[in-house]
């Protein structure tokens, strides 16, 4: 018995590893992530140092580097040992080698024509272009989009091509060639510089509000409620209609929407007798937008609010609502004075957990305008979604949209909070004095 | 204020719960619904305030016909079973929840929930809600809500039900004491048949969906109108013999035992198969017509004794007794039977 409390843990164990795995990982490397600015360009895994075109515009931009840069950047030729060695494999002509090495070992040129003229030069000197060709191409010497595993390999090549760099260059160079992943916070000065962010999250605050206040939790009250006074049957069949949208396959449901807005859909047809042209009423502005994104939402969002709120009120002792009539309440009365603060739990419930569930998806939106037109309609997980996985505009920004969640995430908590403050969550759960 | 119930009838689909009731509750009167688990007394009560309508026949107030009036604007108070307090608010919230919703004034309010707070004895919980208070407190609470509104009638749904020997003691008097002060038409349900004698004016025992028989407490005792009104009141309950009227005479088959009847009885009735009830302060030792049984169960109730005495049929009579008696279990008695106050019912029960 004496290891009985250990037991416990034993048998938690798989479900703990579960959870460290599928819930608290994603969230901790989403944090991380956040921080670096990973994309497909620098890959997940780490990466080689290089001197890049795309390397050299922050030498010059951030550290005033240009002369640097432009000797970086330059290609030139030597006639040294190793591009003779090189010609030769390549199947340059031997006499003219040798005469190349006599004449002008060690020498430098800027650029190619020169190195060609000086073979054109040579005694021995090949027949054909090619042949001079294949001789040339042996003794560029470059750093330039060359790929160091290590920067100090970097530096040898560098010191190689005949350049010196001070202590600052160095450092310089050590940051803009890093070809991998780095820590930052500019994804969060981008997201605050960006007039896009502005507008993603004023779509996101109204989506999410407008969805919530008119559906999930008012048309859901309104339901609960209205089929609360119905006779059983009646309310049984109503409450089961508003349920089918939520075991419609998303994919149907919002198919189903679209076919309504098409230019050829239900909408065009019967408007257009009414002298209305046929057009997408879907995507025609952001108004119309809008509105079927907050009904396409709502009206599945509902049916959860519905199903909490009526078992909610059926468990409302019936002597409540006698009482309450033979005190003299109207069924408004009743309804606000009974029926809402005995709902105040499970509203504070379908509030902030469909909020959240508001917050964070936003599969429908893809499915039906995919935040069109115009991004009017983009809210700030479809954002995230689209930085992060979708090609969208090039390279995936893993770490931007990494940074985008994390916002989400800390928006989710805050409001939580917030609900928490205003529904009085302390007094809610507070236990009784008496049993 | 009068209430009538006429020819009141109540369906639940196809089960017809109360068939043609008539009852009149008169003026500052306090009436008990006395009867089994299910005869119809809650029933009747929802009828009365509005909450069930009726399926048949008239309800009045006065001479008001409210049977189509909605139970907002009856008038009516009610302390339910369960008490039905609203837990989130406090309990000066609750008791002026009636005056709330016809939009008096806070300061009216105040005064009178302050008023009918004294009157119940609850000034000091005012503001509790009703999940810390115990079952009496709640009970008064219930009653200050339902009299603050000075209803025509006051309705009480088994009040005293939840509460221990003491408090339902204490409350008996309590609600009575209040019902007298205010002159309110009161009805009170129940099926304790002690808490109807005690508290009412009149008790209307209920049966299946029927009133049997309504009158005062004390000649509803005497005078039951059937074996069933005579089971119902009295603890412990009447005990009942049968067999035959003969010259005069009830004969008791099994012992031969003879006990003269009244002649109004017996003059239509000679050779009719009957049952007598004796309650049990009417079987005693040393007086009345002896009958001989054993002592088969003694229950001490403190004051009193309680002993079963089966007769060799298997028939038990009751006998309650005040001093002390040497009677053990197992013990041949002869004890009398007082024949002044035997009652005699027929074959269906009806009293003769
Ligand atoms: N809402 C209802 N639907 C169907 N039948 C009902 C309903 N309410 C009561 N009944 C039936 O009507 C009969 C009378 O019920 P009622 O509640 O009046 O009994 P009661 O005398 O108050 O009993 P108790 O002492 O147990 O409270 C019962 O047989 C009950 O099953
Ligand atoms: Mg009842």
Same mark, same amino acid.
């Given at each position: ?242 349920? =089918? #949208?939520?075991?419609?396959? /998303?994919? +149907? ?6 076919? $309504?807005?098409?230019? !050829?859909? *239900? ?72 029926? =809402? #603060?005995?709902?105040?739990? /499970?509203? +504070? ?6 909020? $959240?569930?508001?917050? !964070?998806? *936003? ?73 | ?352």
């Amino acid at each position: 018995m004496g290891n009985s409390k250990h037991l416990g843990l034993f048998l938690l164990a798989p479900a703990g590893i579960f959870v460290i795995l599928f819930f608290l990982a994603p969230v901790v490397l989403t944090g991380v992530f956040g921080f670096t600015n990973m994309s497909t360009a620098t890959g997940i895994t780490g990466g080689s140092y290089m001197v890049s075109e795309s390397a050299m515009r922050p030498l010059r931009s951030r550290f005033g580097e240009d002369a640097l840069a432009d000797q970086l950047s330059k290609r030139i030729y030597t006639i040294d040992e190793e591009g003779l060695q090189a010609a030769a494999e390549a199947g340059g002509d031997a006499a003219a080698l040798t005469e190349l090495r006599s004449n002008f070992f060690n020498e430098s040129f800027g650029n190619r024509r020169e190195v060609e003229t000086a073979i054109k030069s040579l005694n021995a000197r090949p027949s054909t272009t090619r042949g001079i060709k294949i001789i040339s191409a042996q003794f560029v010497k470059s750093v330039i989009n060359v790929r160091f595993d290590t920067f100090e390999e970097l530096l040898t090549s560098i010191a190689d091509f005949g350049i010196e760099l001070s202590d600052d260059q160095i450092e310089a160079l050590a940051d803009v060639t890093y070809t991998g992943w780095t820590f930052t916070l500019q994804n969060f000065k981008t997201m605050v510089e960006l007039p896009d962010t502005r507008k993603t999250l004023i779509n996101t605050l109204f989506y999410v509000f407008t969805t919530l206040i008119l559906f999930n939790t008012g048309f859901a009250l309104v339901l609960s409620i209205s089929t609360h006074y119905m006779p059983t049957g009646p309310a049984g069949f109503f409450r089961s209609i508003w349920l =089918l #949208p939520r075991v419609t396959p /998303p994919v +149907l449901y919002v198919l189903m929407w679209k076919w $309504l807005a098409w230019d !050829t859909g *239900f909408l065009s047809v019967i408007l257009e007798p009414m002298g209305f042209a046929p057009r997408n009423w879907m995507l025609d502005s952001p108004t119309n937008a809008w509105v079927f994104i907050i009904l396409i939402n709502g009206i599945v969002g509902a049916s959860m609010g519905m199903l909490i709120f009526s078992s909610a009120i059926k468990a409302i002792p019936a002597s409540l609502f006698h009482a309450s009539e033979v005190d003299g309440a109207t069924r408004r009365q009743q309804i606000w004075h009974i029926i =809402l #603060p005995q709902l105040r739990w /499970p509203i +504070l419930f379908i509030t902030i957990y469909q909020t $959240l569930s508001l917050l !964070t998806s *936003f599969e429908y939106i893809l499915l039906a305008t995919d935040g069109g037109p115009g991004g009017a309609t983009e809210v700030w997980a479809l954002s995230t979604y689209l930085k992060a996985l979708q090609n969208y505009g090039g390279a995936l920004q893993y770490g931007y949209g990494a940074a985008l969640s994390l916002v989400l995430v800390v928006i989710g908590i805050s409001v939580s909070l917030i609900y928490l403050k205003l529904f009085d969550f302390k007094n809610l759960t507070a236990p009784p004095k008496i049993e | 204020m009068r209430i009538l119930l006429d020819k009141f009838t109540k369906k639940f689909g196809n089960l017809t719960v109360i068939d043609e009731m008539d009852l009149e509750i008169h003026d500052g009167e306090m009436i008990a619904l006395l009867g089994g688990s299910g005869c119809g007394k809650s029933t009747t009560l929802f009828a009365i305030c509005g909450i069930h309508k009726v399926n048949g026949g008239r309800i009045l107030f006065g001479d008001k016909d409210v049977t189509n009036v909605t139970s907002q604007e009856r008038n009516v108070g009610v302390v339910f079973q369960s008490f039905a307090l609203y837990p989130h608010m406090s309990v000066e919230q609750n008791i002026g929840f009636p005056l709330k919703l016809r939009k008096e004034s806070q300061s009216e309010i105040k005064r009178k929930v302050d008023e009918i707070a004294e009157m119940v004895h609850i000034e000091n919980l005012l503001q509790r809600r009703p999940g810390e208070l115990s079952g009496g407190q709640q009970q008064r609470v219930a009653l200050a809500r339902a009299l603050i509104r000075r209803p025509d009638v006051l309705l009480l749904d088994e009040p005293l039900a939840n509460l221990d020997a003491t408090l339902r003691l204490e409350m008996r008097s309590e609600i009575r004491r209040i019902q007298r002060e205010t002159g309110i038409t009161a009805v009170l349900v129940t099926h304790d048949q002690t808490e109807a004698m005690s508290m009412c004016d009149r008790i209307a025992i209920m049966d299946a969906g029927k009133i049997v028989q309504i009158t005062e407490p004390k000649d509803m005792y005497d005078n039951p109108v059937s074996d069933f009104v005579a089971g119902f009141l009295g603890s412990p309950p009447i005990a009942f013999l049968s067999g035959q009227i003969k010259d005069g005479n009830f004969i008791e088959p099994s012992t031969k035992t003879k006990i003269p009847l009244s002649g109004n009885i017996t003059k239509n009735h000679n050779g009719r198969n009957v049952r007598i009830g004796v309650r049990p302060e009417f079987f005693q030792p040393g007086s009345g017509i002896t009958i001989g049984g054993k002592v088969t169960f003694i229950e001490s109730q403190g004051r009193e004794t309680l002993f079963n005495v089966t007769l060799s049929n298997g028939t038990i009579l009751r006998s309650i007794q005040g001093k002390r008696s040497e009677s053990k279990i197992g013990d041949q008695v002869e004890w009398g039977i007082d024949a002044q106050k035997i009652l005699v019912f027929d074959e269906d029960g009806a009293r003769l």
